[in-house]
């Protein structure tokens, strides 16, 4: 069974850093492409930052350019999401998902097969 254990959220004051964690496994990890997405109460869900594995090209949404930047690490099957310069917007569950193949275009949430579950990111004012 493929499973996206994500891990890494917390509390964390305005301007302080995350790394989370997206560790998967039951799938050929360098033949996909994973994204952040997430979702804050009563608001839609949001992709955030994709890496494919397939090409190494990475997206980011404008809300978090310059601020959050996705990596990989092959060896561990394991991709990350660096947040920097927190905002109290960026308050969320977060929720890692993967795709076969790229990033460009970006796809929708509805595209993608396998979920992790959330991880809580609060960012105090």
């Known amino acids: 069974d493929v499973q996206l254990q994500a891990s890494g959220g917390g509390l964390v004051q305005t301007g302080g850093s995350l790394r989370l964690s997206c560790a998967a496994s039951?799938?050929?990890?360098?033949?996909?492409?994973f994204t952040w997405f997430r979702q804050a109460p009563g608001k839609e869900r949001e992709a955030v930052s994709c890496?494919?594995?397939?090409?190494?090209?990475?997206y980011s949404a404008d809300s978090v350019k310059g601020r959050f930047t996705m990596t990989s690490d092959n060896a561990k099957n394991t991709v990350y999401l660096q947040m920097n310069s927190l905002k109290p917007e960026d308050t969320a569950v977060y929720y890692c998902?993967?795709?076969?193949?790229?990033?460009?275009?970006?796809?929708?949430?509805?595209?993608?097969?396998?979920w992790g579950q959330g991880t809580q990111v609060t960012v105090s004012s």
């Open positions: 890496i494919s594995l397939v090409d190494g090209s990475t």
């Open positions: 998902a993967a795709i076969f193949g790229y990033c460009s275009p970006w796809p929708q949430a509805y595209e993608y097969n396998y």
């Open positions: 039951g799938l050929t990890f360098g033949d996909n492409a």
